[in-house]
């Protein structure tokens, strides 16, 4: 069974700290993608990593897929009260492509 | 909006009554999901499907039905409610090859 654990569980921080969300396994994903999800709706995808060592921006965000595609990492920069969500990774494995195998999650509060 | 609808949005029902979601998608996708996501365990697949009539099993299948007759819909039936099926059901379609999973709005299902 794959697992994926993400850390740290609860971060609260001030409006225009940094951050770092970490998502870690022992497995090999062939894919791997960070949702972000709001109180009362489903997650949307944010971006989705493919290559061992890929960095992918997204604004004020930073993505990062480990060498070994075992761990990624998401980075915000002066983080805003809009960034506020749950933060998930998922990765998808070759043998079975079809699924995705979810993190716990990582709850971020912005306060303004 | 990759176009998935979900219904009932809410239901509150007694346990030992069969309840059915529905998730309807608008694209023709072939994979689709139906996921249960609770306080601490994070989003974890219950059943999948892979074409009209081809369905799978996923990690917390017990007690859960599924059936796909049309392309475009995907039914998750509880035969028989329990109060620990209350949670919130997410449907999901991946789109292509590389594992990006689209959710829909959720349904809060309740089971007294």
């Known amino acids: 069974t794959q697992l994926l654990e993400q850390s740290p569980q609860f971060l609260s921080i001030q409006e225009g700290e940094n951050l770092t969300v970490y998502c870690n396994s022992s497995s090999v994903f062939s894919s791997l993608q960070w949702y972000r999800q709001e109180p009362g709706e489903g997650p949307v995808l944010l971006v989705t990593?493919?290559?061992?060592?890929e960095v992918k921006k997204l604004k004020r965000l930073t993505f990062q897929f480990g060498d070994a595609r075992k761990d990624s990492s998401l980075h915000i920069t002066a983080a805003q009260p809009g960034d506020t969500g749950l933060y998930l990774c998922?990765?998808?494995?070759?043998?079975?492509?079809?699924?995705?195998?979810f993190g716990k999650g990582t709850l971020l509060t912005v306060n303004p | 909006d990759a176009g998935i609808t979900q219904s009932p949005r809410h239901k509150v029902t007694e346990t030992g009554t069969p309840v059915t979601l529905r998730c309807h998608q608008t694209?023709?996708?072939?994979?689709m999901y139906w996921y249960r996501q609770d306080p601490g365990h994070g989003l974890r697949l219950i059943h999948y499907s892979y074409g009209v009539k081809d369905t799978d099993k996923g990690e917390v299948s017990d007690g859960y039905s599924v059936s796909r007759s049309k392309t475009e819909d995907f039914l998750l039936t509880l035969e028989s409610a329990t109060s620990s099926q209350t949670s919130v059901y997410f449907c999901?379609?991946?789109?292509?090859?590389?594992?990006?999973?689209?959710f829909g709005p959720g349904t809060r299902l309740t089971v007294t």
């Open positions: 694209e023709n996708h072939r994979y």
């Open positions: 998922a990765g998808g494995s070759g043998g079975s492509n079809y699924k995705l195998t």
């Open positions: 990593v493919v290559t061992g060592g």
């Open positions: 999901a379609i991946r789109k292509d090859s590389l594992n990006e999973q689209y």
